[in-house]
């Protein structure tokens, strides 16, 4: 299974483009937008374009989505919350938390973190793929390439369910690929200057990653 996966898009017609562009080069079967989706307002234009596309959306909210998000999307037939909500395809778990709250030298991504934490860590297994907007501390999480501001708690469930892939952005200067035990993570921003990730899923294989340049 072929996916495509962005965050940090801010409902900017060019990234919305570059988007529609990679889909038809690259046939993915399944887009994920790792938050960020909108740009705080007006979001019915990007969740109504992102509806149009020929593939299926998966989703979870950034600190730059409002609620309003989840209840446009929730009226579209090919973009779906995975927001404590699992999706299945091809034998593979598909799973998140949305939101982003920034504190000083670190992200949570909601407040009450460990209840929400607790709803989704027992239905990972070695198939699914974690999708939030923060990534976790210490990994693909610098700012200025110094200073580590990642989610603490999103580290400790990697490192405990050890999942197949983890997905983030909200980063955008730290966009890459890197390892937490035999969890891969892709910090699949586009918010600068970047494409977002081909990523090319096989049962009982590690996810092979190939970054598009933009």
Avoid: W
């Amino acid at each position: 299974m072929l996916l495509y996966a962005v965050a940090d898009i801010h409902g900017k017609k060019e990234n919305l483009l570059k988007i529609r562009k990679n889909i038809d080069q690259y046939q993915p079967d399944i887009l994920i937008v790792a938050g960020d989706i909108t740009n705080y307002f007006f979001p019915k234009d990007t969740i109504d374009y992102l509806s149009d596309l020929s593939i299926p959306v998966l989703t979870v909210r950034g600190n730059s989505d409002f609620p309003i998000v989840d209840r446009l999307i929730s009226k579209t037939a090919a973009v779906y919350s995975i927001h404590g909500k699992a999706y299945f395809e091809n034998g593979f778990h598909f799973i998140g938390l949305g939101g982003a709250v920034l504190i000083p030298f670190r992200t949570k991504v909601c407040f009450r973190e460990a209840s929400r934490f607790r709803e989704i860590e027992s239905s990972l297994t070695d198939k699914s793929i974690l999708v939030m907007h923060p990534p976790p501390f210490g990994v693909l999480d610098r700012v200025l390439g110094r200073v580590h501001s990642g989610s603490q708690k999103i580290h400790n469930i990697i490192t405990q369910k050890q999942p197949l892939l983890f997905l983030c952005g909200h980063i955008h200067e730290d966009i890459g690929q890197s390892v937490i035990g035999k969890t891969t993570v892709v910090n699949c921003s586009i918010g600068k200057s970047g494409g977002g990730a081909i990523i090319q899923l096989e049962t009982n294989q590690m996810p092979k990653v190939n970054f598009i340049q933009s």
